[in-house]
């Protein structure tokens, strides 16, 4: 049987969120920096103690922004190589592939396999009984837990992948 393939990039928007909103976090604070280090260095005459705290306001405002820039460039880089790798599920286990790497989570550790529907097919959440492999990159998910893919149409071909005579615990779409 050929393996299922599923795309990481369609689950992004719902396995990811709170990912997103720290990278919006993120861009909105550097934004906010770099407009308020640029307010603070007006040329207003000031008295000596208020240009030096203007002077500290202003490299405190480009520090954030120059950390938030780097903060949200090592979140892009850790989820980038999720995103570009894919998910297999084949009839000897979860196959997870990044780049040049690979890593199987056998049948007989996965608790549960559960699809979830989403935009015209269904986003597949996994469950082992074990830590989850780090070699395939999975990004910023649980140590048992992740969201492994996006699947058009049905659950019906994932679904008859599914070993329950090893334990695993399939839950399909609720009607």
Known sequence: MAPLVLRRAR?????????????AVLLVLTGCGALQAAVTSGDAELPGFLEGLTAGLRWAWAV????????AAALVALELPWLAGST?????????????????IGWI???EL??????????????T?????RSPRLGLQGR????LGWHPGGDAPVAAVARAHLGVKYRGPRP
């Open 109 to 111: 550790d996965v608790d």
């Open 64 to 71: 954030v922004a120059v950390l938030s820039v780097l903060a």
């Open 88 to 104: 297999e599920i084949t009839d000897r286990g979860i196959v997870l592939r990044s780049g040049d790497r690979t890593a199987t």
């Open 11 to 23: 689950a992004l928007h719902r396995s990811h969120w709170l990912t997103l909103l720290l990278l």
């Open 114 to 127: 559960r699809a979830v529907p989403s935009a015209g097919g269904h986003l597949y959440h996994v469950r």
């Open 144 to 147: 048992r837990e992740a969201w």
């Open 129 to 133: 009984g074990v830590p989850m492999p």
